[in-house]
């Protein structure tokens, strides 16, 4: 038996579901990976995640032709339609089965039924695993069998069911014998970034490796810091988190084997690890919300939210424009934007006050900001940035009710308390004091022109006035909720 193992967002050996499981079913097991033209038509040339998944694949195709030991093994890669490459492709191959992680995105969800339904017409079987989770949709439920829609109790449940769940990591018996040569037509050279259709960004500046070996090697910097992560975590001038989102996202690392560890520490009475562990199961927790509730995708998950009356027209386009280039001349939110600008990178704190920000203060329709990050991060995973999104909206489930709004101030003040992230992003406001960096329009003039800060000139008025905002948001959802 044949078996072509599809890998997508499981760019890893260790611990790899679908080839262990193609391992254990065959006699011989080939690998492919195709550069998806049915994702990565909808991408500007310069994504930070394109480079990030070419230097993953690059480093798959080595481990496995190494594991193999022969230089002809190694990763099939393909560029165009994925849909109609990979029945092609395993057709090609004499394939029996094609295995591959399950995902949970309905956009993926329509690709492998069609995908299924091509290969069924050839004679060959589809086998998806679970992989990318922990628990899949159904497996962690309440007592009436129905999904969790709020996080504390779906987290107790989770963490009870961990207690009987192994953990792994599977194996890759016989890897050296079964991983097939290529076929001579495929032995050419991976396409490089340009022959994809993209450029070279600044991920080698921001040192943010792709693979597993940069996985390995940040988990390891992030496991002195696990017992202090409950501290840490919300200061985004401290290296409080882990910063393995954008691993977890392409699956350059496992996350049982994340879960293994952190449930361990968290045994022996780690404070740290079990707030760790808690933000790995809000991951499952909104795979499971957007596999139970599609309609998330575009729609609030609670309908009474359809009738918000958000800010439309030229104000509110040039508004989201501010926002989108950290111009709104609040120094957290701008920092907080200039942070995903240039890294991809956002801190947790920083993507509820900045996304709170947009919504909450301008009146924006969170969809736009949900656009916006899933462009930008690094890490974007609709599931998870969907969840934030509604969270922050107020419209999500077990969101934050609708009359809590932050105050881009008092949040400053609070987690950035010297400033210390607000000057690393924002450096023209660098001599302020630490008082008069959190709103720099309440200085005293004096305080501004020592500092060499001209509002209107080098850093904004600010857009919109806290005390407004808040009443006219508080307005505009009580109106809604009327409505209902
Ligand atoms: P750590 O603090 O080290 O956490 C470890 C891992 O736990 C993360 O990598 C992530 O996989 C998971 N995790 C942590 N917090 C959450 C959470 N609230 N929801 C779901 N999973 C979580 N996370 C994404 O992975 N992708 C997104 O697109 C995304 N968009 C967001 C948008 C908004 C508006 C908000 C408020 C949050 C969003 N998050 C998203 C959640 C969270 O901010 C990031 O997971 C986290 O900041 C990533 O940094 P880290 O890897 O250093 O996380």
């Known amino acids: 038996k044949t078996g072509l193992v599809w890998f997508r967002r499981d760019l890893r050996l260790h611990d790899n579901v679908a080839l262990s499981t193609a391992l254990a079913e065959c006699e011989q097991v080939h690998c492919v990976f195709v550069f998806d033209t049915a994702i990565l038509s909808a991408l500007p040339k310069h994504d930070r995640r394109v480079e990030f998944i070419h230097g993953a694949v690059q480093e798959l195709d080595a481990s496995l032709r190494q594991v193999a030991g022969h230089a002809h093994a190694g990763l099939l890669v393909a560029h165009g339609d994925a849909q109609t490459l990979v029945p092609e492709i395993a057709l090609a191959l004499s394939a029996n089965a094609v295995y591959c992680g399950r995902d949970y995105e309905p956009a993926a969800l329509n690709r492998d039924a069609a995908v299924e339904l091509a290969l069924s017409g050839q004679g060959i079987a589809f086998r998806t695993v679970k992989d990318h989770v922990i628990f899949e949709r159904m497996e962690v439920v309440t007592q009436v069998g129905k999904p969790y829609t709020v996080f504390t109790p779906y987290w107790r449940a989770w963490l009870a069911r961990l207690e009987d769940t192994p953990l792994g990591p599977c194996r ?110 809000w991951r499952d927790f909104y795979v499971q919300i957007l596999a139970n509730f599609p309609h998330v995708v575009g729609h609030p998950f609670k309908a009474a939210y359809n009738n918000v009356q958000w800010e439309e027209g030229p104000t509110a386009l040039a508004l989201f424009e501010a926002w989108c280039q950290g111009k709104t001349g609040y120094p957290l939110v701008d920092a907080a934007m200039a942070q995903i600008n240039q890294t ?111 509002l209107g000139e080098n850093y904004p008025h600010p857009v919109i006035d806290h005390g407004e905002a808040r009443a006219r948001t508080l307005a505009r959802y009580a109106q809604a909720r009327d409505a209902d």
């Not at 003040?413 to 959190?438: M, N, S, T, V, W």
């Open 344 to 454: 991809g990178y956002m801190h947790n704190r920083l993507r509820m006050v900045a996304g709170s920000f947009l919504v909450k203060h301008l009146g924006i329709d969170w969809r736009w900001g949900e656009a916006y990050f899933a462009e930008k991060l690094n890490d974007f995973d609709l599931s998870a940035n969907n969840g934030g999104w509604q969270w922050v909206s107020s419209t999500g489930c077990d969101a934050q009710p609708y009359f809590r709004i932050f105050n881009p101030i008092t949040q400053s003040e609070k987690f950035d308390g010297e400033g210390k992230f607000i000057r690393r992003y924002l450096p023209q406001l660098g001599q302020l004091g630490k008082r008069a960096i959190h709103a720099p329009w309440l200085a005293k003039p004096q305080e501004l022109t020592v500092a060499k800060v001209v």
């Open 172 to 281: 890759l018996d016989d890897a050296e014998n079964m991983l097939a040569a290529k076929p001579a037509a495929w032995r050419n050279e991976l396409p490089s970034l340009e022959a994809l259709g993209f450029e070279r960004t600044n991920l080698s500046a921001l040192h943010l490796g792709a693979g597993e070996a940069a996985a390995s090697a940040l988990l390891a910097d992030f496991w002195p810091r696990l017992e202090r992560y409950d501290s840490a975590r919300d200061f985004p001038a401290v290296k409080g988190p882990s910063y393995l989102g954008v691993h977890l996202r392409f699956g350059t690392v496992s996350i049982r084997q994340l879960v293994q560890l952190a449930y361990e520490q968290y045994l022996a009475g780690n404070q740290g690890a079990k707030v760790w562990l808690s933000e790995l199961a």
